[in-house]
């Protein structure tokens, strides 16, 4: 079909430069040989693996003939092309795979088969195959196929873990149809979390990879494939310089489950969590922003078992430092179901252990309300000068209305400028202080007074969408100096 496409938010700027005569004196003795490699072994190697997918889709709507959905973007490559006609209420797609064992076990991205009402594989020797959809994970954008085949070359499974930022790597596949095409680049980055894919850590390259690459094979020196080519930041629809491949490590446990069972199943906590900033990392006692601050737990969840609570920030899990929130979700979903995890937790400035038994993702509990109606509270109205806030507190009325498991709550009636900055807006109920949980307007602001100017604070607020933790920076008190 095609590789999925994410729009880049930031402008684009053409500069032409001359190319630069680079003299070998100027290299390193040691990596002169490696300067232009030769992928011409692994083109004869893994190439003969690689296969061409194309797919056949029902559809309600019109659609480009050849490459479907109507995508713009895809059009503006094709619009001057003659293009065969497809069936009344059809797309076609194209894609590509690589065989993962010799009886016809073919794996691709799950974009390419989804929803596919036929599928047909060629293999580099030109045989085609009616093939069976084995199964497909959206979340992680694999799929399993099956072709009636025997003997077939093989591919060799790499280390992802064992890539650098800089190392060579090459794709093969059919970008717009055009099989059996090798490309080459380099490891960008590694472990790049994306907005839409968060518990996938992709590997990012600059190898050109188009429409008709996705589910191909990125490949490294060694001839093994090390991930599948998935996806592109592109603002034309085709290649602009930065491609992203699920790591093959990652997807091999997917395509496990897949071939067992025609489905996979992830992990989870029943947690939300938000990354620990600086700034909340000193008002919860930490002196690094390493680890996941939980802002919420689901009732009946795994982590309300273990013992997780709201406001515990998780340091560790199975011995791995947390140095961003998606690392703890990619543990988790790369677990599934059942599985024991040791979390290293943060709460009243001491470390603890929990041990906590992962459920699976889909797997339905009964949450708290996500949403309430508007708190307006009965009672006198309190001005917060140090924070820069006019709060009341909620009625047992009103908190019985929020469904939330909290005792008591302050709605905020007017935020300052400063409470603003720090992302406090009206209608925010606060429910607690770092750690400690509301109990009552004394009892807050006797927290609040606790804390010297010059210093922040944390504070839990819950809206509409969850709970959240904003820092709220206390100012120096302004001296205006009498003219003398």
């Known amino acids: 079909m095609r590789i999925k496409m994410l729009l880049v938010l930031i402008s684009s700027l053409t500069v032409s430069s001359p190319i630069f005569a680079v003299s070998t004196s100027d290299l390193l003795p040691e990596t002169v040989s490696q300067t232009h490699p030769d992928f011409s072994a692994i083109y004869d190697s893994v190439g003969k693996s ?60 799950a974009h390419v088969v989804e929803n596919a009402s036929s599928v047909t594989v060629k293999l580099s020797d030109k045989r085609e195959f009616k093939a069976k959809v084995i199964g497909v994970d959206l979340s992680t954008d694999v799929a399993m196929l099956k072709i009636a ?72 020196l060694q001839g093994e494939v090390v991930g599948i080519n998935s996806q592109i930041y592109s603002k034309s629809g085709g290649y602009m310089g930065i491609s992203f491949a699920i790591p093959i490590d990652y997807a091999m446990r997917i395509a496990e489950q897949l071939k067992t069972t025609g489905k996979a199943v992830h992990g989870r906590l029943g947690i939300a969590i938000q990354p620990l900033t600086e700034e909340l990392a000193a008002s919860f006692g930490l002196s690094s922003s390493a680890g996941a601050l939980v ?40 677990l599934g179901a059942n599985k024991l995890v040791n979390l290293t937790i943060w709460r009243n400035n001491q470390k603890l252990n929990l041990t906590a ?13 996500s949403s309430f109606p508007a708190a307006k509270a009965k009672s006198s109205t309190v001005t917060l000068d140090k ?77 509409r969408r969850g709970s959240e933790w904003l820092v709220l920076f206390i100012p120096l008190p302004v001296v205006n100096p009498q003219a003398g």
């Open 50 to 109: 690689v296969v061409n997918i194309s797919v056949i889709q029902g559809a309600n709507q019109a659609a480009n003939p050849l490459f479907g959905n109507g995508d713009p973007m895809l059009e503006y490559f094709f619009k001057r092309m003659p293009q065969p006609q497809a069936p009344a209420n059809k797309q076609r797609g194209l894609g590509s795979g690589f065989i993962l064992s010799s009886d016809g076990y073919i794996l691709t991205n």
């Open 295 to 334: 802002n919420g737990v689901d009732q009946g969840s795994a982590a309300e078992k273990a013992g997780i609570q709201v406001g515990d920030v998780i340091l560790k899990i199975n011995g791995k430092e947390i140095i961003e929130t998606a690392i703890l979700q990619q543990i988790v979903s790369n």
């Open 357 to 369: 038994t992962t459920m699976a993702a889909n797997q339905q509990l009964s949450a708290e309300a």
């Open 149 to 220: 085949a025997t003997n077939l070359p093989v591919v060799k499974i790499g280390d992802p873990n064992r890539l650098k930022a800089g190392n060579w790597v090459v794709a093969i596949g059919s970008p717009f149809g055009l099989e059996n095409t090798i490309t080459q680049g380099i490891v960008s980055a590694l472990s790049r979390n994306l907005p839409d894919d968060s518990s996938v850590p992709f590997i990012q390259t600059d190898v050109p990879v188009n429409p008709g690459n996705s589910g191909g094979p990125l490949i490294n």
């Open 387 to 463: 924070l820069g806030l006019v709060i009341k507190p909620l009625t047992a009325t009103q908190l019985a209305q929020l469904g939330a498991k909290i005792n008591a709550g302050l709605v905020v009636q007017q935020a300052s400028s400063d409470a603003q900055f720090s992302g406090v807006v009206n209608g925010d109920i606060i429910i607690g202080v770092a750690n400690t949980p509301i109990s009552s307007l004394e009892q807050f602001m006797a927290l609040v007074n606790r804390v010297p100017v010059g210093k922040s604070l944390a504070l839990k607020i819950l809206r």
